[in-house]
T-cell receptor
Framework: GENVEQHPSTLSVQEGDSAVIKCTYS??????FPWYKQELGKRPQLIID?????GEKKDQRIAVTLNKTAKHFSLHITETQPEDSAVYFC????????????FGDGTTLTVKP | GAVVSQHPSRVICKSGTSVKIECRSL??????MFWYRQFPKQSLMLMAT?????????EQGVEKDKFLINHASLTLSTLTVTSAHPEDSSFYIC????????????FGDGTRLSIL
């Protein structure tokens, strides 16, 4: 089955700096890669996703890049703000109707004011 | 759009009690729903995939007689933790995905279960 590794497990940055979280996956058949943000005690919320026919996607301060050959994808947050502090999860999925996602272990991001 | 509602949000009960958790997709139909368990500061562990009109698919190591899943309609899946014990205490989260392919899954608010 699919295996997703996520690094780093914790990340602390100064407000205004950039943050990068990286994930690698094992199953070359995976073709859908979402990123979720989870605040303490709350639901994971989709913040951005990318499909395997695209190498990069950007939404304001958030971007995701995908390298299919190397089987890794990264989340980039620019101009970080304290409200970006949360746990971020990457996931990989083979996009069938019943496809289940495999999640990384999560990265705790702390943005210091 | 794509709202998933999960109830109850918090349950505290005695050991031996059975607890039912509901997961509803409010504005879309979901042929597939997923049930996760999350321990503090850990990732989402998939327990089972709930399929409308058929039996759920359980992940390895998850007891299907312990965690009963019913997906009777395209908008409702339930998870029943039978004869719950303190080790079943955890945060349970459901998610649902619209029936069309290439759609992201959306999560409920989760249920914090505490067994005394």
């Amino acid at each position: 089955g699919e295996n997703v590794e996520q690094h780093p497990s914790t990340l602390s940055v100064q407000e205004g700096d950039s943050a990068v979280i990286k994930c690698t996956y094992s199953d070359s058949a995976s073709n859908y890669f979402p990123w979720y943000k989870q605040e303490l005690g709350k639901r994971p919320q989709l913040i951005i996703d990318i499909r395997s026919n695209v190498g990069e996607k950007k939404d304001q301060r958030i971007a995701v890049t995908l390298n299919k050959t190397a089987k890794h994808f990264s989340l980039h947050i620019t101009e970080t703000q304290p409200e970006d502090s949360a746990v971020y999860f990457c996931a990989a999925r083979f996009n069938t109707n019943a496809g289940k996602s495999t999640f990384g272990d999560g990265t705790t991001l702390t943005v210091k004011p | 759009g794509a709202v998933v509602s999960q109830h109850p949000s918090r349950v505290i009960c005695k050991s031996g009690t059975s607890v039912k958790i509901e997961c509803r997709s409010l504005d879309f139909q979901a042929t597939t729903m997923f049930w996760y368990r999350q321990f503090p500061k850990q990732s989402l562990m998939l327990m089972a995939t709930s399929n409308e009109g058929s039996k759920a698919t359980y992940e390895q190591g998850v007891e299907k007689d312990k965690f009963l899943i019913n997906h009777a309609s395209l908008t409702l899946s339930t998870l029943t933790v039978t004869s719950a014990h303190p080790e079943d205490s955890s945060f349970y989260i459901c998610s649902a995905r619209p029936g069309q392919m290439n759609q992201p899954q959306h999560f409920g608010d989760g249920t914090r279960l505490s067994i005394l």
